[in-house]
């Protein structure tokens, strides 16, 4: 087991009804440390970018017209296998099928406005945190 850094972002549906305290709160709960936090607007442009991974999805564009909807708060989260963990936190993607207690179980409106976003392995992890935030930013 090692410490790990993953990036999250809680998703406009989410920053829409004021949920970044609690889900913040479940992510210091299962022991992951917030390392570098803030809240910015992404155009389509730049959220296509960030899942250019799906551009081939028919969600794709209603994804991206989503993600620049409203403010997110995009996250580094550092912590003992902190990539799936934070994906145990975050719960499955479409909330119908998320375990009890998770933040897309409690918050989550449906499959595409789901709450939150997490890295989802070591590669896309380093990928994603350098997309959002420069090393001076990131403090362990
Ligand atoms: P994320 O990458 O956001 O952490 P995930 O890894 O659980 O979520 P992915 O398969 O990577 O799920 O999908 C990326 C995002 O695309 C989902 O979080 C959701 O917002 C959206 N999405 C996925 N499947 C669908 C779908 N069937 N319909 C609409 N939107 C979807
Ligand atoms: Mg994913």
Redesign the pocket.
């Known amino acids: 087991m090692a410490i790990e850094r993953t990036l999250s972002i809680i998703k406009p549906d989410a920053t829409n009804r004021n949920l970044t305290g609690k889900i913040n709160a479940k992510f210091e709960e299962a022991g992951l440390r917030i390392i570098a936090q803030k809240r910015i607007q992404l155009t389509p442009a730049q959220a296509g970018v960030f899942y250019a991974v ?1 551009k081939e999805r028919p ?1 794709y564009g ?2 991206c017209e989503f993600m620049a909807s409203a403010p997110v708060v995009v996250q580094v989260l550092e912590g003992e296998s902190a990539i799936a963990k934070n994906r145990e936190v975050m719960g499955a ?1 479409n909330p119908a099928d998320a375990a009890p207690g998770t933040i897309r179980a409690e918050f989550a409106e449906s ?2 406005e ?1 709450s939150v ?2 890295s ?1 392995a070591p590669e896309t992890a380093a990928a994603e945190i350098a997309y959002f935030f420069s090393g001076l930013e990131l403090v362990g």
Do not use: A, M, P, Y
Request: proline letters at 0%; glycine letters at 18%.
């Open positions: 799906h969600f209603e994804l993607t499959v595409g789901n976003h997490g989802d």
